[in-house]
């Protein structure tokens, strides 16, 4: 093995380094992104108030019933 060899290797592995380290800074991205819309949706739309006011008025149905 010559020390080209091995520079080249080692150019490689820190290609292939960056080119992982990319994808996770993307993935992050984009789903720390998909989290804020999502957020936005629910307090528009207030799914989280409605459905708690749905789920309480079940339970308090079926203590009394």
Same mark, same amino acid.
């Given at each position: ?10 150019? #490689?592995?820190?290609? !292939? ?5 990319? #994808?996770? %800074? ?6 720390? #992104?998909?989290?804020? %819309?999502?957020? !936005? !949706?629910?307090? %528009? ?17 079926? !203590?009394? %019933?």
């Amino acid at each position: 093995i010559t020390l080209n060899m091995l520079v080249l290797s080692s150019m #490689l592995k820190m290609q !292939i380094l960056n080119m992982a380290l990319s #994808l996770v %800074v993307t993935m992050l991205i984009f789903s720390t #992104l998909a989290t804020m %819309v999502m957020e !936005i !949706i629910y307090k %528009v739309l207030r799914l989280r108030q409605i459905g708690l006011k749905r789920m309480l008025d079940l339970f308090r149905r079926s !203590i009394l %019933v």
